[in-house]
């Protein structure tokens, strides 16, 4: 069964500790992205990556960090350094980069931090 | 930079058509628009996707003007479960090497009975 995972769907951490959240696609998807979206806003790109081992910053990288050293793999972490990380967190794929390709959506995780 | 905007909201009755513009005025020339639904406390859907004139599939149409500076997805006789929220998504040609994916404001859409 095919498709984009994302675990867990609730996280909760003190103020000062690095999460790192799970993004994980069997599609043979080259593209993976990272979207922050906050209550009743849009959705904010964080990071992307058109293929193993490189990724680009979006427009809100700060206080965040990513890796991709499997095609399937592109895990986020959320650092100490970001001011505001209460959020939802969207992890998406597509066959190349641009929106031209269809982005299939995980289901999201929401992070609490307190 | 591009600059995607959508009415924040609309309301319509069961039955009825809906319309929602986009408008973007950078679009990067060799991007489509695509368009995606969200319900609460999910990840986005794809709806529908085009280039230019229109395009039509089994649940929506896009409207697309020559200029392609703007963008109308039509909903035929929406129902209660079309209640969500809707965005566009274009390309931005900032100069980059690749363009730069640019999501609208979102649309909520409120049917009622």
Redesign the interface.
Known sequence: DGGITQSPKYLFRKEGQNVTLSCEQNLNHDAMYWYRQDPGQGLRLIYYSQIVNDFQKGDIAEGYSVSREKKESFPLTVTSAQKNPTAFYLCASSFGQGATYEQYFGPGTRLTVT | LAKTTQPISMDSYEGQEVNITCSHNNI?T?????W?QQFP??????II?GYKTKVTNEVASLFIPADRKSSTLSLPRVSLSDTAVY?C???DNYGGA??K?I????TLLAVQP
Request: zero cysteines; aromatic letters at 20%; hydrophobic letters at 30%.
């Open positions: 990067a060799n991007d489509y628009i695509t995606y406390s999910q990840g986005p859907r794809f996707q965005y998504l274009v390309g690749t363009n994916l999501f609208g404001t979102g």
